[in-house]
């Protein structure tokens, strides 16, 4: 935090590499100066050699945009190893499926760690060097036997790199909260102990969660994240372009669109200011 008390934040836009409309707003972002961290799916539709270069001549103007991996384990994508399971149809399981087995133990922590060490090695192989960070599609690096893999593969793959938690730095006064954040809250506890006993850093405090099917208003949410999120602190967000790629592969399509035309209009840095927030 610097003398006039002004806090720096990550704003990471997640699920580079899912589409082509994705790919586009995240870089436009970018270029503006809006963003200062997105997070690359190596295993999406959406990622190839074309695409990287874009992302890298982005971010080539704005050194402080970081570019980390968006490790993904639920369907509709497939899995890099040959040996990740369950599969459902050749594919990752469902998120309320991997859910399931992770909370019962019944997911093997090495075959999630070889899972994750490809995943390190196709970006490696992309942009030329291991991830800034790594989080997980879905959050699914929080899960249970999931985090236990997760972590070990980024130590030893990227051990440089921070790890993502999606705790909230203090819980809103006199109310505990919406129950997916009470969840992430939960999860997030056990993750960020064991992520210091790999001797990995992590954001300190996290937003961006919310119910997407019912197109609230973008702009006010992001008010509300910035509410008491410390230095350091990261938000979540889903810009995007509609297309039909992502039609056939995400439930959330317009309420990325909105997400643009905000962080876009000129709204959002009145927004930073007003709250002494930056992302440089």
């Given at each position: 935090?610097?003398?006039?008390?002004?806090?720096?934040?990550w704003?990471?836009?997640?699920?580079y590499?899912l589409?082509p409309?994705v790919?586009?707003?995240?870089?436009d972002?970018?270029?503006?100066?809006?963003l200062?961290a997105?997070?690359?799916?190596v295993v999406g539709p959406?990622?190839?050699r074309?695409?990287?270069?874009?992302?890298n001549a982005a971010v080539?103007?704005?050194?402080n945009c970081a570019?980390g991996l968006?490790?993904t384990?639920?369907a509709p994508f497939?899995?890099?190893?040959m040996?990740?399971?369950?599969l459902?149809?050749g594919?990752?399981?469902p998120?309320p499926?991997?859910?399931?087995?992770s909370?019962?133990?019944?997911i093997?922590?090495?075959?999630v760690g070889?899972e994750?060490?490809?995943?390190?090695?196709?970006?490696?192989?992309l942009?030329?060097?291991?991830?800034d960070?790594?989080d997980g599609h879905?959050?699914v690096q929080?899960?249970?036997?999931v985090?236990?893999?997760?972590l070990a593969?980024?130590?030893?793959?990227?051990p440089?790199?921070?790890v993502?938690q999606?705790?909230r730095?203090?819980?809103p006064?006199?109310?505990?909260?919406?129950?997916?954040?009470?969840l992430?809250d939960?999860?997030?506890?056990?993750?960020r102990?064991?992520a210091?006993?790999?001797?990995?850093a992590?954001n300190?405090g996290f937003?961006?969660?919310y119910d997407?099917?019912r197109?609230?208003?973008?702009?006010?949410l992001l008010g509300g994240?910035?509410?008491?999120?410390p230095?350091q602190?990261?938000?979540?967000c889903h810009?995007?372009f509609?297309?039909?790629?992502?039609?056939e592969l995400d439930p959330?399509?317009h309420?990325r669109?909105?997400?643009h035309v905000?962080l876009?209009?000129?709204?959002?840095?009145r927004?930073?200011a007003?709250?002494?927030?930056?992302?440089?």
């Amino acid at each position: 935090m610097n003398d006039e008390g002004t806090r720096r934040i990550w704003l990471c836009a997640d699920d580079y590499g899912l589409s082509p409309g994705v790919n586009r707003a995240i870089r436009d972002l970018i270029m503006r100066g809006r963003l200062n961290a997105t997070s690359v799916m190596v295993v999406g539709p959406a990622i190839g050699r074309d695409e990287v270069n874009a992302l890298n001549a982005a971010v080539a103007n704005h050194p402080n945009c970081a570019i980390g991996l968006h490790a993904t384990l639920t369907a509709p994508f497939t899995p890099l190893t040959m040996h990740f399971r369950p599969l459902d149809g050749g594919l990752f399981p469902p998120l309320p499926k991997l859910l399931r087995l992770s909370l019962a133990r019944r997911i093997d922590g090495e075959i999630v760690g070889a899972e994750l060490m490809a995943q390190i090695a196709a970006f490696a192989a992309l942009f030329g060097r291991v991830p800034d960070y790594v989080d997980g599609h879905q959050h699914v690096q929080l899960f249970p036997k999931v985090r236990d893999g997760f972590l070990a593969a980024v130590k030893a793959a990227a051990p440089n790199a921070w790890v993502r938690q999606c705790g909230r730095s203090a819980r809103p006064a006199g109310r505990i909260g919406p129950p997916k954040a009470l969840l992430l809250d939960t999860l997030s506890a056990q993750f960020r102990r064991r992520a210091s006993r790999h001797d990995l850093a992590f954001n300190p405090g996290f937003a961006g969660a919310y119910d997407f099917s019912r197109a609230p208003d973008f702009g006010a949410l992001l008010g509300g994240f910035l509410d008491g999120l410390p230095h350091q602190g990261l938000v979540m967000c889903h810009p995007g372009f509609v297309d039909d790629t992502l039609i056939e592969l995400d439930p959330l399509t317009h309420q990325r669109e909105r997400e643009h035309v905000f962080l876009a209009s000129d709204d959002f840095p009145r927004l930073l200011a007003a709250n002494k927030v930056t992302l440089s």
